[in-house]
């Protein structure tokens, strides 16, 4: 019952930042966990980030730890993802997700509803 828009995506150069953003429809926001995935050309979908309900706990692939931040603003329904230092790997349509109860913040399964995906590419 919640709809996921992301926005932000485009091109930049290696080294540089993107603000990724992820508007949710649904009155109810504050109680999904939201999730950030990507698919590179070829690859198959892999997790990101993700925040948890309350915002008090996060959690980052070992490819973007120390580079991305992920963060959540209940007031506009809106999960963000702060991307910096960005690599030609990262090059990928990212993917936002949420669900109400989670086993495994990695998992695709644990997420019920899904957004269209942006696409950001990163020059060499």
């Known amino acids: 019952q919640v709809q996921l828009v992301e926005s932000g995506g485009g091109l930049v150069q290696a080294g540089g930042s993107l603000r990724l953003s992820c508007a949710a429809s649904?009155?109810?926001?504050?109680?999904?966990?939201m999730g950030w995935f990507r698919q590179a050309p070829g690859k198959e979908r892999e997790f990101v980030a993700a925040?948890?309900?309350?915002?008090?706990?996060?959690y980052y692939s070992d490819s973007v730890k120390g580079r991305f931040s992920i963060s959540r603003d209940n007031a506009k329904t809106t999960v963000y993802l702060q991307m910096n230092s960005l690599k030609p790997e990262d090059t990928a349509v990212y993917y936002c997700?949420?669900?109400?109860?989670?086993?495994?913040?990695?998992?695709?399964?644990?997420?019920?509803?899904w957004g269209q995906g942006t696409q950001v590419t990163v020059s060499s």
């Open positions: 997700a949420a669900g109400i109860t989670y086993s495994d913040y990695s998992k695709e399964h644990e997420y019920t509803h």
């Open positions: 649904s009155r109810t926001f504050s109680s999904y966990a």
């Open positions: 925040i948890s309900w309350s915002g008090t706990n996060s």
